[in-house]
């Protein structure tokens, strides 16, 4: 796993366990913090690189974009390691694992385009990406959006 100081990852897993978290040994890796604790520490937080560990799915769509927007004014990086499949679409990058196996990687919108792959290791699409990809079957749209603003806006234009 190749991990570039510019880019921000999702690692996708039905089973986040030590193993995983071994091959990221040489990054903090943030577990369960309250919101304040966490705004806090990417304040202060001295690297480029941050890690969560299945910690930004307890957060609401307000502080998690509030989150990432802290992160991208201290120019920090993050890697999110989740099963949520809805916490992947703010990142550039995902490595999909599935019982410790990397099973896929690459860009987001890539990744998230492999449904049925996606589907047959458990996980359903992002809500947005999923409604986006059936609308373009109806020559609706022409595009896959992952920002359910820009999407309504879209489809209201």
Do not use: A, H
């Amino acid at each position: 796993m190749k991990i570039e100081n510019n880019l921000n990852y999702t690692i996708l897993s039905n089973n986040i366990n030590q193993e995983l978290l071994n091959k990221l040994e040489d990054y903090t890796i943030i577990n369960n913090k309250s919101y304040l604790e966490l705004e806090e520490m990417i304040y202060n937080y001295p690297s480029k690189t941050i890690c969560f560990n299945n910690t930004l799915y307890c957060y609401n769509t307000k502080e998690k974009e509030n989150i990432f927007n802290k992160l991208k004014m201290r120019n920090v990086n993050y890697i999110n390691i989740t099963s949520n499949i809805e916490d992947t679409l703010n990142s550039d990058y995902i490595y999909v694992y599935y019982n410790n196996e990397l099973i896929m990687e690459g860009k987001t919108l890539d990744i998230l385009k492999e449904e049925k792959i996606l589907k047959r290791l458990g996980f359903n699409l992002p809500f947005t990406v999923n409604l986006s990809l059936q609308l373009m079957y109806y020559n609706v749209l022409n595009e896959i959006y992952t920002d359910n603003r820009k999407l309504v806006d879209k489809l209201w234009n």
